[in-house]
């Protein structure tokens, strides 16, 4: 499955176009490399997702077949490590 589709239907980036352009920004890495919006997700792999207001480590435990429900898209993979980030904070007026 491709990483932008993965992203979508876990849950991890609300839009595929968005999946999309932050693999095109390198805001997603995998394993610590850059990654591509086309490249085939594995279970093992460690996805870090770093934009300007978090920061998300997951392991991917399953690739879904179909777009799971809601409730169901936490079993693809596990949190390492989320950090909530204030764009703002450095800033001073």
Known sequence: M?????LKN????KQRSAAKRACDTGQ???DGHRAKAS???IVGE???IETDTRLLDVEVL???V???????RQRFYRIIREEKRDPYEDLSF
Do not use: F
């Open 2 to 6: 491709r990483l932008d589709i993965y």
């Open 10 to 13: 876990t849950g991890l980036i």
């Open 28 to 30: 997603i890495q995998i």
């Open 39 to 41: 490249h085939s997700v």
């Open 46 to 48: 460690k996805i870090l």
């Open 62 to 64: 399953e690739i879904p």
């Open 66 to 72: 179909r777009p799971p429900a809601r409730r169901d």
